[in-house]
């Protein structure tokens, strides 16, 4: 019989396999927009993990990281877009 | 467990499933477009299946209003990430892929 606290943490582990299953993708991928939507969504998934062990230690302040990590993730995706194509391939 | 406790994790594991969905997408679909699709959609659902299970277990109050906030960030952030990088791809020329250039190959 699993405990509460315990289906959490396999949820959130099982999100970090998935960002790591991404992590292919920027490895391998043609272009450099490949990279940066395989980067977003392993970011997605970090916020993600934080919130479910904030969650499951009962730590209200994690999700403090996880909010300042949405806003980064979110920012390097709209930075990168606009530089890349204002700029030509800065990045 | 408690029946909202099994409610809780039900949401995850479907969150997790929809994730999962987002990164077999992202290692399989042939190009930027496609993988975009995926990225936008699937995983948005998963995140945001997820992260009200994480509002539900949350029990003090400023906890919960915080997640919710962070729900309607990602609901919100996380397509437009998706479709800005995806119109940088297209100013700069990547051709969408079709079948005929590339039967079965990515």
Known sequence: ?91 | MTPIEWGIVGLGLLGAFFAGVASLGILRLPDIYTRAHAASKSDTLGAVLTIAAVALALQTDLSTVKAVFLLTFMFITNPTAAHAIARAAQDQGIEPWTVEDGEGER
Request: glycine share 4%.
């Open chain 1, 1 to 91: 019989m699993v405990e509460f606290e315990q289906a959490l943490l396999a949820i959130a582990a099982a999100f970090v396999i998935f960002a790591v299953v991404a992590l292919y993708r920027v490895y391998v991928g043609p272009t450099i927009h490949d990279r940066v939507i395989a980067v977003n969504v392993m970011g997605t998934n970090t916020v993600i993990a934080i919130a479910l062990v904030s969650a499951a230690f009962d730590e209200p302040v994690f999700l403090d990281v996880a909010l300042v990590y949405a806003l980064l993730n979110f920012l390097l995706s709209i930075a990168f877009s606009k530089f890349n194509v204002e700029h030509g391939g800065v990045l």
